[in-house]
Nanobody, 119 residues
């Protein structure tokens, strides 16, 4: 089974930058889509950014975040710039369409990493 492990969360001041990283491990042959979602307290999970056949960003990103993916290494990073207090949330790595040596997994999630934007 594929596992996703995130790193890079923490406390950052408004207007600052943070970089999240995620690595997928397991007997992976290929992954269709990798990306990030987030969930703030009392709110529904929402798309931050995904990269597959095309790149998608949540409307709130407004050019502040950049997703980058290394298919050979099965990693996906999220560079977050000009962060705002409303970006505070648990950010979870996501992967869909995973082919492994043991079969196919439709999707999987990481455990999440906390990002807190506060002065």
């Amino acid at each position: 089974q594929v596992q996703l492990v995130e790193s890079g969360g923490g406390l950052v001041q408004p207007g600052g930058s943070l970089r999240l990283s995620c690595v997928a491990s397991g007997s992976i042959l290929s992954i269709g889509v990798m990306g990030w979602y987030r969930q703030a307290p009392g709110k529904e999970r929402e798309l931050v950014a995904t990269e597959g056949a095309r790149t998608n960003y949540g409307d709130f990103v407004e050019g502040r975040f950049i997703i980058s993916r290394d298919k050979a290494k099965n990693t996906v990073d999220l560079q977050m710039d000009s962060v705002k207090p409303e970006d505070t949330a648990v950010y979870s790595c996501y992967a869909k369409g995973l082919y492994t040596t043991t079969g196919y997994e439709y999707e999987t999630w990481g455990q999440g990493t906390q990002v807190t934007v506060s002065s």
